[in-house]
């Protein structure tokens, strides 16, 4: 069986925060996230990740995902990977992939072409090394005509080796079996007095066992981030990568400026995405939409032709040539169906917009259930928490709702009903009927005249001294 260790313990103390490094992230996801989903697509299920500085925070992102050992000193990769011994006596009998949860590039298919050459080449160890331009800070690749020699850290190197460009990418096959007997002979003998788990391919050649070296194509996979600076241009690297296959794939965008759009994010060929617009979490987004500019949306269903111009929508779902903006909060579960539109300062949450409904501007609509065609006038808010409790209001097909109305829930108007301007609706409204709420206006004529004749006067006198 093949399986994976993924070396989380670091503290990475210059990013300044109690957070392992593995936790920080990359377009919306923890670094680890990447490296675990890179070996659950490359077909490795069965993986222990080594926890370390603050290890409870990634074993409750893990939850039961996945296996997880404590290096309760953090003495080095070696002596991380040693804590993983009972893992994999449990899977002995196959090869184990060794990766860093700092290093979020590393891709499935990087994991199984190593693999391929790991066993054909019948290795006891494959390195996954990159070429990269500057090789600063990684261990430096040793090879032999026939082969690899092994590895030094930057620290250790002469001159000479520091020159080498082909680096470690820090993830490796082993042989299962062998891995565990490499472990049992590492020192800490070195400038960092640490346990280098690259020490084991110097102790495999010595006892006679092959040892290889894969070259990836993606330099990509050996890129970490030390500090904040280095993990904005991981966050930079991923974010391009996704807007130019985005842009291979026909869809619009003419300036990258705040747009930020994460990895599992789908959107059909002719939207156009515009300037401060972040795309979140699982959405997806049809075909010819015109999104943004300054746009949140996450975890959102969108269909085709929808203009979002000013939005944040969480959690819900819109139906296609829909039309809402600018500065309208879709809250979650949320369902706008199709043809409606919703215009400025509109408040939506956990309700159902019937299609071709229009709420032009000004509305709290919340835990509502409103039909097709129906118009809501400006200022309407739906009175849907006593202070102790959220009810629904319902509202018909092609009712009109005047401007200024209060629903008190819960309640429920019928269809084509009528409420005019300024009512407060607290019993239900019949289809067909006019709710009227309306107190007799009052005209008093010349009232001002009389209330400020004093005032006038004193003014007069003002002008004339
Ligand atoms: C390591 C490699 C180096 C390689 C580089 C790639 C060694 C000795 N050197 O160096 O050749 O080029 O990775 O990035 O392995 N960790 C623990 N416990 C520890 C020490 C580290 O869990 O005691 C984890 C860290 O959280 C990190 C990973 O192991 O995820 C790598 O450790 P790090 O200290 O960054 O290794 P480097 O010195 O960068
Ligand atoms: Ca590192």
Redesign the pocket.
Known sequence: MNQAV???????KRMKAPI???MFQVLGEPMLEWVLSACEKGGLERICV????ESEQICSYLGDRCATAY?A????????VMQTIPFLNEGANGNTLVL????PFIDAATISKSLERHIKENNAVTVITAEVADPT???RILRTDSGIAG?V?EKDATDEQRAIRE????CYWFRTSDLIGLLGRITNNNKQG??????TIAIALESGLRAGAFRSDNPDV?L?ANDRKGLLRLNEAARMRKLNDLMDEGIGIVCTDGIIIERHVQIGKGTEILPSTIIRGNTVIGENCKIGPNCVIENTVIGDNVTLNTVQAYDSTIDSDVRIGPYVHIRPNSHICTKAKIGDFVEIKNSEIGEGTMIAHLAYLGDSDIGKHVNIGCGTVTVNFDGLKKSRCEIGDHAFIGCNNNLIAPVSLGKDCYTAAGATITTDVPDYALAIDRGTLHIKEGYTLRKFAKRRDENKDETKE
């Open positions: 993924i070396l989380a313990g670091g503290q990475g392992p490094k593995p080594v926890t370390g500085y290096q000193e953090r003495l080095g990769t070696g002596h991380a860093c949860g700092d290093a800070g990684y261990g590895i850290e680096i470690n990418s820090g640490e346990y280098y788990l690259t020490d050996v970490g």
